[in-house]
T-cell receptor
Framework: EDKVVQSPLSLVVHEGDTVTLNCSYE??????LLWYKQEKKAPTFLFMLTSSGIEKKSGRLSSILDKKELFSILNITATQTGDSAVYLCAVQAFTGTASKLTFGTGTRLQVTL | GAVVSQHPSWVICKSGTSVKIECRSLDFQATTMFWYRQFPKQSLMLMATSNEGSKATYEQGVEKDKFLINHASLTLSTLTVTSAHPEDSSFYIC???????????????FGPGTRLTVL
């Protein structure tokens, strides 16, 4: 059974801090790893990673994948209160004729003033 | 960008009744739609994959007779929770994959979710 584990489950930081969120996985027929941000409703897409060692960046957010060690990290620098959300990691795996996503439990980030 | 809508946003019903949730792709055609369930403070769990014109594929542990899925057109999939009970109370989210994307595409566009509360 495909498995995605995120850590920590929850953290609280002060505005301006840098945080690192972790995602490890055990998946058959791995295709890609995706990061999402979920506030109150449906997840919004952040990054998709398919190759090891290539950092994806978007503003203060960046992410990298290690396919040998089967994990990814999501970094957020200079955090702001608007970054408070649940960050979900999902792995896309090939199921034969299509693909499906398996989500981790998420990391709940709270950024305080 | 691609937009997926869900209706209703929020529903409260009595135990034993059936509830239908609609998922629509508004500006693209979706041959594949996915239904997820999310309990409080937990992650999204895939319930089933809905393919237009064919039977849905259910994940292990999901009762297909309880969660009826119909994907009758390229823009609409419905999930009916039959004989709902309080333990079915959850946040149900659908996502849709563009017909023009390949099977490997990561492009799943998520709907805003439907919060179901069964009394």
């Amino acid at each position: 059974e495909d498995k995605v584990v995120q850590s920590p489950l929850s953290l609280v930081v002060h505005e301006g801090d840098t945080v690192t969120l972790n995602c490890s996985y055990e998946v058959t027929n791995f295709r890609s790893l995706l990061w999402y941000k979920q506030e109150k409703k449906a997840p919004t897409f952040l990054f998709m990673l398919t190759s090891s060692g290539i950092e994806k960046k978007s503003g203060r957010l960046s992410s990298i994948l290690d396919k040998k060690e089967l994990f990814s990290i999501l970094n957020i620098t200079a955090t702001q209160t608007g970054d408070s959300a649940v960050y979900l990691c999902a792995v896309q795996a090939f199921t034969g004729t299509a693909s499906k996503l398996t989500f981790g439990t998420g990391t709940r980030l709270q950024v305080t003033l | 960008g691609a937009v997926v809508s869900q209706h209703p946003s929020w529903v409260i019903c009595k135990s034993g009744t059936s509830v239908k949730i609609e998922c629509r792709s508004l500006d693209f055609q979706a041959t594949t739609m996915f239904w997820y369930r999310q309990f409080p403070k937990q992650s999204l769990m895939l319930m089933a994959t809905s393919n237009e014109g064919s039977k849905a594929t259910y994940e292990q542990g999901v009762e297909k007779d309880k969660f009826l899925i119909n994907h009758a057109s390229l823009t609409l999939s419905t999930l009916t929770v039959t004989s709902a009970h309080p333990e079915d109370s959850s946040f149900y989210i659908c996502s849709a994959r563009d017909r023009l994307a390949g099977g490997w595409s990561n492009e799943q566009f998520f709907g805003p979710g439907t919060r179901l509360t069964v009394l």
